[in-house]
């Protein structure tokens, strides 16, 4: 749209003029750029379950969702419950060839095979070789030296990007590195879901105990519009 037909630059303009110059030159020295905003993250742990009802840690499982519009490729990502670099638990790095979808939702099992028996679908990927047919994900040892083993009292679960930034975290039961307060610590058998699944607030109120797990599916809410007939 030209300034001919923009009000608004009409105003600006008839106000400048009415400044001094050396007042204008001060003005405009003065003022400083906006704070740019936090990039969004392309990737958020949508669902934990860290107390299976069965084998620990065998039945244990990471759910990542993609709100980002393009394909992610993942082979630089990690996911483990290590929050610092050079300690004891777990980090682990996804293969080479892997990548997300716009809206995709993936498993990271502790073992397929435990997983398989659970809930009757093989996961898409595990942390522990147990199904040749399942992508195995790589001990990052530049970053922890452990497995990912998640506590039932309270751990913390994230996502690291190339650089090893943040990309997502959780922290849940007593644990408050992430938030305070954290996510709430649910009995054996449910886990903690992200509801709904593409909202980021950094906060505990991401997250409810889920009563019946979902993995590889994830709650997003739809809205129906009704129009006047």
């Known amino acids: 749209m030209s300034h001919a037909t923009n009000p608004s630059h009409h105003v600006l303009i008839g106000s400048l003029a009415l400044i001094p110059i050396a007042a204008l030159a001060l003005s405009l020295l003065s003022l400083s750029p906006p704070p740019a905003a936090a990039p969004s993250p392309s990737l958020l742990i949508s ?131 992430f938030f305070d307060p954290p996510a709430p610590d649910v009995s054996a058998g449910h886990s903690l879901e992200r509801v709904p699944a593409n909202v980021d607030t950094d906060t505990a109120d991401d997250w409810m105990d889920q009563e019946a797990p979902t993995p590889g599916a994830v709650a997003i809410p739809t809205y129906t519009i009704y129009l006047p007939l």
């Open 47 to 177: 669902e934990v379950l860290y107390d299976p009802p069965g084998s620990e840690p065998d039945e244990e499982w990471i759910e990542i969702y993609s709100v980002a519009t393009t394909t992610v490729v993942l082979s630089n990502y990690k996911i483990g419950d290590e929050e610092e670099e050079g300690k004891g638990e777990g980090m682990l790095r996804f293969p080479a060839d892997a990548s997300i979808n716009p809206g995709q939702v993936i498993v990271v099992a502790n073992k397929a095979t435990a997983f398989l028996d659970a809930w009757g679908f093989p996961p898409d990927y595990e942390m522990v070789d147990s199904d040749e047919a399942v992508p195995d994900m790589i001990p990052y040892t530049d970053w922890a030296s452990g497995r990912v083993e998640l506590s039932n009292s309270g751990d913390e679960v994230l996502i690291l990007d190339g650089d090893d930034a943040i990309v997502d975290a959780l922290s849940y039961g007593d644990k408050t590195t």
